[in-house]
């Protein structure tokens, strides 16, 4: 098979787009595809101050490496659930990938602020390890948006994600879930700021050979908490229709972005916690609670890791 662009040989076939490319032309093809998405959807704009949700995994190393290299000057935060060597590796590949990128990222290290990794924050909340994951990551990027005025933040959900947890939505029909699988969700004014994917039209398989061609150094390996056996079905049976008509995870994705077109969002009234100030659904927020009952109240903060590759490591009350 021969490259489109250039008529070298062709290293990945994109059966969803019939043609077939070389290394180098496929990289320009991905980055353009993201480029496109951030101006079609207006993702981010520029006066923009965005920051990437950083995990250590293929798909937010490399939405962070993308928009440095397109021009969107993107910091980083990281949530680090403590565990382990997991947690570990996370964290140096993302060190590795802003010191090449030279941005700042900042840390919210969960096993220095409870002395507990996210397992057992999770068993003293009496949820599960995600759900507790959830709330914490929430709250922390909250903060860090915040504090240090970022208004986008970028997460790096690709085609796969969102059209398994589309299906997932339309399958039990979660109307309330719907309207929010839209490439962005809008921030409150000044407060919350706007979630934006800039992968939504790319595939997990085309965001891998991307990781692998660009040279990104990412972890591999999963969350051991995050094995949703249910998200990991839908993407199976995404994955067994996309193998006989190559091009329906995108065709569901754009179909769905067509009709919610003009479809009002539902917004919950957001109000602010009565202890930190922080944006929340009424009365204490759940972080507040957390930290009363581990009796916490200074150690609530990150680690700031410097863009000029000195450590500038902080804690901030
Ligand atoms: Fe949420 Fe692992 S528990 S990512
Ligand atoms: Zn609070």
Redesign the pocket.
């Given at each position: 098979m021969k490259c489109r662009v250039c008529g070298q040989d062709a290293h990945i076939s994109l059966r969803s787009y019939n043609t077939a490319l070389c290394s180098q032309d496929f990289i320009s093809f991905l980055e353009k595809r993201v480029f496109d998405t951030i101006q079609k959807y207006n993702l981010i704009g520029n006066n923009d101050t965005p920051i990437v949700a950083v995990?250590g995994g293929k798909d937010s190393l490399s939405v962070w490496h993308i928009l440095n290299k397109l021009g969107y000057k993107a910091d980083g935060v990281y949530v680090d659930?403590g565990?382990g060597e997991y947690s570990q590796e996370s964290l140096a590949k993302i060190k590795k990938t802003a010191e090449g990128l030279q941005r700042k990222f900042f840390v919210f290290p969960i096993r220095k602020i409870f002395e507990k990794g996210?397992d057992e924050i999770a068993k003293v909340m009496r949820r599960v390890?995600?759900s507790a994951?959830?709330m914490i990551?929430r709250y922390a990027i909250n903060k860090v948006c915040m504090d240090n005025g970022y208004n986008v933040l970028i997460t790096g959900h690709n085609l796969d994600d969102e059209a398994a947890a589309l299906l997932g939505n339309l399958l039990y029909w979660k109307e309330e879930y719907l309207w929010k699988k839209s490439p962005f969700l809008d921030g409150h004014e000044g407060h919350l700021s706007r979630k934006v994917k800039p992968l939504f039209l790319c595939s997990e398989r085309e965001m891998a050979a991307y990781a692998l061609i660009s040279g990104i150094d990412y972890i591999h390996d999963e969350?051991?908490?995050?094995i949703n056996a249910k998200s990991l079905t839908y993407k199976n049976i995404l994955n067994n229709l996309e193998e006989t008509s190559p091009g329906t995870k995108l065709q569901f994705i754009k179909g769905y972005l067509k009709t919610i077109k003009g479809i009002e969002e539902k917004k919950r009234d957001i109000s602010y916690c009565t202890t930190c100030g922080y944006p929340c659904y009424g009365g204490t927020c759940s972080m507040c609670r957390l930290l009363h009952r581990f009796h916490i109240k200074d150690r609530i903060g990150f680690e700031e890791w410097g863009s000029n590759l000195d450590i500038t490591q902080k804690m901030m009350t």
């Open positions: 995990s659930l565990i996210i390890p995600c994951c959830g990551k969350c051991p908490f995050s």
